[in-house]
Antibody, heavy 121, light 110 residues
Framework: EVQLVESGGGLGQPGGSLRLSCSAS????????MHWVRQAPGKGLEWVSG????????AYADSVKGRFTISRDNAKNSLYLQMNSLRREDTALYYC??????????????WGQGTLVTVSS | QSVLTQPPSASGTPGQRVTISCSGG????????VNWYQQFPGTAPKLLIY???LRPSGVPERFSGSRSDTSGSLAISGLQSEDEAEYYC???????????FGGGTKLTVL
């Protein structure tokens, strides 16, 4: 059974940093591209970032480009999101998501339960 | 303002067939496939349809998808009370080089 468990959320200061982690189990992480998708309270879904199986290609939403960095460690079955220069509008539930494909992005297949990030002073 | 446009709400009675539209443009739906997600309150979304019209294993045949030009569509036949949820479409957008979502459609089963 695929399991994706996010951690690292919490209260962040405007201009500050947080690092999200996602621990994957039940499938070979190295075979799949991965994503972060967020959902602000009471709002819709917003894709944040994606990374191919070998970290060869990454992509970011314009809203986070230059501030967030996605990375992965297949040996540790883990996905990360380094969030810098936090803004209040980054407040959201952040989901770790497994893609159906490996080399590029196909669809958001399995989802974690999310970790809540709140940006406030 | 979402790049993909969905109606904010839809409704139907049990047994009815309901369709939800997703309108995009030349850089997203016209050139890339459409995926659909189902989300119940307080839970993570679930992949319902991918590559326009393919169902992951475990998704009932009552759910189907289609794409035509710059629009995608999700159809639910034999509507059931447990289908009451929020539905989102998504597609890769070549102009922003990223995934874009519709704003979501809240489906009510009357």
């Amino acid at each position: 059974e695929v399991q994706l468990v996010e951690s690292g959320g919490g209260l962040g200061q405007p201009g500050g940093s947080l690092r999200l982690s996602c621990s994957a189990s039940g499938f070979p992480l190295e075979n799949y591209a991965m994503h972060w998708v967020r959902q602000a309270p009471g709002k819709g879904l917003e894709w944040v970032s994606g990374i191919t199986w070998d970290s060869g290609r990454t992509a970011y939403a314009d809203s986070v480009k230059g501030r967030f960095t996605i990375s992965r460690d297949n040996a540790k079955n883990s996905l990360y999101l380094q969030m810098n220069s936090l803004r209040r509008e980054d407040t959201a539930l952040y989901y770790c998501v497994q893609d159906r494909g490996s080399g590029w992005f196909t669809a958001f297949d399995d989802w974690g339960q999310g970790t809540l990030v709140t940006v406030s002073s | 303002q979402s790049v993909l446009t969905q109606p904010p709400s839809a409704s139907g009675t049990p047994g009815q067939r309901v369709t939800i539209s997703c309108s995009g443009g030349s850089s997203n739906i016209a050139s890339n496939t459409v995926n659909w997600y189902q989300q119940f309150p307080g839970t993570a979304p679930k992949l319902l349809i991918y590559s326009n019209n393919l169902r992951p294993s475990g998704v009932p045949e009552r759910f189907s998808g289609s794409r035509s030009d710059t629009s995608g569509s999700l159809a639910i036949s034999g509507l059931q009370s447990e289908d009451e949820a929020e539905y989102y479409c998504a597609a890769w957008d070549d102009s922003v080089n990223g995934w874009v979502f519709g704003g979501g459609t809240k489906l009510t089963v009357l």
